[in-house]
Every structure is written in C-alpha cells, then in structure tokens.
C-alpha cells in the first residue's frame, strides 16, 4: 500500500509517501502523477530497491499546483500495484496561474481570464479549449504578448455546451 504524510499541500514543499508491504522486485519503481494520466506519464520516479518491501520518498509538488498521486508498478513496467491517496496541491507563491471570471457562463457570453507570473516568453498565447482536448484543439486564441508576465484576456464562451479551460 502507499500511504501520504498530507493529502493537500502548497506548490513547491514537499510530500512523503510511504510504501509498506511492497513485492520487493528488483524493477519495481514509483512514480508521481497528475491524478487521471496516463501509467506512462509522470512527474518524478524511482525505483523501490531490490528486495525492499517498505520504502519512503519524498518528492517536491509542482509550483503550479494540481491534484496529483503516487504509483507502484512492478518489474519496470506499467503494471499498476498500488496507487495513494490524492494530493491536491494549491499554487505557490510566485507559480503562473490563470484565474476567471466565472465557472460558468451562458454560451457566447464574455468571459474573462486573467493570467498571473506568466514565463513573458515572445510567443506565448492563451486558448479556451474543450477539456481534454489535445493541445492542437482550440476555439479561441489570443498572444499574451513578448515580455509580459501579466494579461487580462476577454473572451467568448463557444455556442456547444460542454466544459472549457483556458490554458497557457
């Protein structure tokens, strides 16, 4: 089992889990993920120690924040064994954020976004999306603008229904 010393902390501290009762294989390993991603997609990992059956380790959260797990998988695959609590980590200070208007909105209506400590890189843009869209999918765009960290983007709700986010 994997168990967590917290179940919700601040971007950029620390979290510990602790595997206990483990299968001790040589190539099992851990991983830290973003909670509903895919096996193969993580943030950190390491390998358990052949023959360990207990092991802790403590990871830094993303700055950004997220709901975020640990994974055991066994003999350097992708079979699953265990999985601990969610940990829900709020932004830090100085991460990016983005910040809106609303959470829900009446299509074609305005909705604003505003972004907080963007990178100010000269290409960097915002887009309302459809949730779980691939990156190439979106319905609106707009260029933050090269060196600006800071932007307030007014834009309009899509006609279809259906859950949306503004990404960075």
């Given at each position: 089992s ?7 902390a ?9 595997l206990t ?8 390993w ?5 909670v ?7 943030l ?18 993303p700055?950004?924040?997220?709901v975020f797990?640990?994974?055991l998988?066994l ?5 699953r064994a ?16 983005i ?7 009446i299509?074609?209506?305005s909705?604003?976004?505003t ?7 000269a290409?960097?843009?915002l ?5 779980g ?14 060196g600006v ?9 899509p ?6 986010e503004?990404?960075?």
């Open positions: 994997l168990s967590v010393n917290t179940t919700s601040v971007g950029g501290t620390t979290v510990t889990v602790t009762n483990g299968l001790g294989g040589s190539w099992d851990l991983s830290f993920a973003a509903g991603s895919a096996d193969s997609s993580y950190q990992w390491t390998y358990v120690g052949s023959g360990a059956t207990t092991r802790t380790w403590t990871v830094t959260v700055l950004q924040g997220g797990e640990f994974r998988f003999n350097s695959s992708y079979t265990a999985t601990s609590p969610a940990v829900t980590v709020t932004p830090g200070p100085g991460a990016t954020t910040t809106l208007s609303a959470d829900s909105v299509a074609g209506t909705i604003t976004a972004l907080t400590n963007g990178p100010g890189g290409n960097d843009w887009a309302l999306a459809p949730v869209a691939a990156s190439t999918t979106y319905t609106t765009w707009t260029y933050v603008g090269a960290t800071t932007r307030t983007w007014v834009a309009s709700a006609t279809t229904p259906g859950q949306y503004i990404r960075l």
